[in-house]
């Protein structure tokens, strides 16, 4: 019987190992660019494992939509929950200009002639 002290040690574990693994990838591939090991190649080869590593653990949880039974749910409760999606939806619309031009600064909001206190 495995208790939660073994789960996360074996988790722990398995966690350094895989991390083990993304390191030996990363030089794997860095060395096999021209002039080896560069710091700012490692740093780009880094941010690309990374990223499909993260990629591949996402896609593991996928299944979550699946476990959750989401297509189990009574058609009276997506029908409670349309209008307040489109109330949602609709106030994205009219408020994204606002919203980017407030992005740029307050000062230039206020310069285009923006109100932003309204927005706000």
Not at 34 to 45: D, F, K, R, S, T
Not at 56 to 81: G, T
Not at 85 to 92: K, L, Y
Not at 95 to 117: F, H, Y
Request: charged content about 10%.
């Amino acid at each position: 019987m495995i208790t939660s002290c073994g789960f996360s040690y074996i988790r722990d574990n398995l966690f350094r190992k895989g991390s083990a693994v993304g390191v030996a990838i990363v030089f794997g591939l860095d060395s096999l660019l021209p002039n080896g090991l560069i710091p700012v190649h490692m740093a780009v080869v880094g941010t690309v494992i990374g990223t499909f590593l993260s990629c591949v653990s996402a896609a593991q949880n996928i299944s979550f939509w699946h476990n959750s039974r989401l297509h189990q749910l009574e058609p009276d409760l997506i029908w409670l929950f349309i209008p307040f999606a489109i109330i949602g939806i609709i106030t994205a619309l009219l408020l994204s200009r606002s919203i980017a031009i407030i992005s740029l600064g307050e000062e230039v909001a206020v310069n285009l002639g923006m109100r932003t206190l309204l927005i706000k």
